[in-house]
């Protein structure tokens, strides 16, 4: 089946720093979304792309759709403690599937 | 906001017992997903329901596994017998409809630990 290849796989900054994260895919997706998940947690969805190119922030969250429609990008902004946690993309195919990356696992030092 | 419920959120068992997961999707969304999550992993897909009918159940392991959507709303996910390596993170998640342009949320999980 499809792979997302997410990077990078962890993530130790300082707080206030700004945060990149991205995925790959070997396939073209119709829609990526991202998630973030904590401990013992569902994951929770955070921003959700529709159109290749497209640009959308959520607060100091912004995601990228790639022009390629086989990548997307998630930026976080000025980093806070509560940022933490595991950061999750999703690619929706043609068929009705999503695929899911490995996660990101966020880490933020006060 | 409406949320995907799940339960139980916790559950542990001994081998070759039976384990239930209940799953009630948000209102109106057709579709449901049954995931499982390994540590440090992303979801695996399970089960896909379409209102009552299962659309896609190839990576169910059947001889152990069974899900249900009786009346296209709540479903329930079970294992009969329970094995060491199915303890994992069961998730539900659901999402309107079956073309483009849809988000998938999830619930909250059940942790499943095996002894």
């Known amino acids: 089946g499809q792979q997302l290849n997410q990077s990078p796989q962890s993530m130790f900054i300082q707080e206030g720093e700004d945060v990149s994260m991205n995925c790959t895919s070997s396939s073209i997706f119709n829609t990526w979304l991202w998630y973030k998940q904590e401990p013992g947690e569902g994951p929770v969805l955070l921003i959700a792309?529709?159109?290749?190119?497209e640009l959308t922030s959520n607060g100091r969250l912004t995601a990228q759709f790639g022009i390629t429609r086989k990548d997307s990008f998630l930026n976080i902004s000025a980093s806070i403690p509560s940022d933490v946690g595991i950061y999750f993309c999703?690619?929706?195919?043609?068929?009705?599937?999503?695929?899911f990356g490995s996660g990101t696992k966020l880490n933020v030092k006060p | 906001e409406a949320e995907v419920a799940q339960s139980p959120r916790y559950k542990i068992t001994e081998k070759s017992q039976a384990v239930a997961f209940w799953c009630d999707p948000i209102?109106?969304?057709?579709?449901l997903y049954w995931y499982r999550q390994i540590l440090g992993q992303g979801p695996e897909l399970l089960v896909q329901?379409?209102?009552?009918?299962?659309?896609?159940d190839s990576q169910l392991p059947k001889d152990r596994f069974s899900a249900e959507r009786l009346k296209g709303v709540d479903s329930t996910l079970k294992i009969q017998p329970a094995e060491l390596g199915d303890s994992a993170m069961y998730l539900c998640?659901?999402?309107?409809?079956?073309?483009?342009?849809?988000?998938?949320?999830f619930g909250e999980g059940s942790r499943l630990t095996v002894l």
């Open positions: 209102s109106g969304h057709a579709t």
């Open positions: 999703a690619g929706w195919d043609n068929f009705n599937k999503f695929y």
């Open positions: 792309l529709y159109k290749a190119g």
């Open positions: 998640a659901s999402r309107r409809g079956t073309g483009g342009n849809g988000e998938l949320f």
């Open positions: 329901f379409q209102d009552e009918s299962v659309v896609d």
